[in-house]
Nanobody, 121 residues
Framework: QVQLVESGGGYVQPGESLRLSCAAS????????MGWFRQAPGKQRELVAA???????IFAGSVKGRFSISRNTTSHTVYLAMNTLQPEDAAVYYC???????????????WGMGTQVTVSS
């Protein structure tokens, strides 16, 4: 079992920044990668970014150049730094533990509860 707790969401105006955190605990021996997903109302959940245990990263095309993902292996925390936020970035952001194979991220069974990001003027 892996427990994931997201934090850092909030309300920002277009062009502003936020940094999300995902604290992981439990049995992380099988975790190969961690990912951030988002889901806006009426839309499917989509991968935003992922980072492997080696530090390789994967980004959705819509956030490349604006978002970055990093991790602190000591505290088992993964961060998503989001810059130049736009209204289309508004969603509930979820953390997931999964696997990355050949540049693709495969979500695992464990998800956090999510953190809301609202972008509006």
């Amino acid at each position: 079992q892996v427990q994931l707790v997201e934090s850092g969401g909030g309300y920002v105006q277009p062009g502003e920044s936020l940094r999300l955190s995902c604290a992981a605990s439990g049995d992380m021996s099988s975790i190969n990668a961690m990912g951030w997903f988002r889901q806006a109302p009426g839309k499917q959940r989509e991968l935003v970014a992922a980072i492997t245990s080696e530090g390789s990263t994967i980004f959705a095309g819509s956030v490349k150049g604006r978002f970055s993902i990093s991790r602190n292996t000591t505290s088992h925390t993964v961060y998503l730094a989001m810059n130049t936020l736009q209204p289309e970035d508004a969603a509930v952001y979820y953390c997931n533990s999964g696997a990355a194979i050949s540049g693709n991220y495969y979500p695992g069974d464990f998800w956090g509860m999510g953190t809301q990001v609202t972008v509006s003027s």
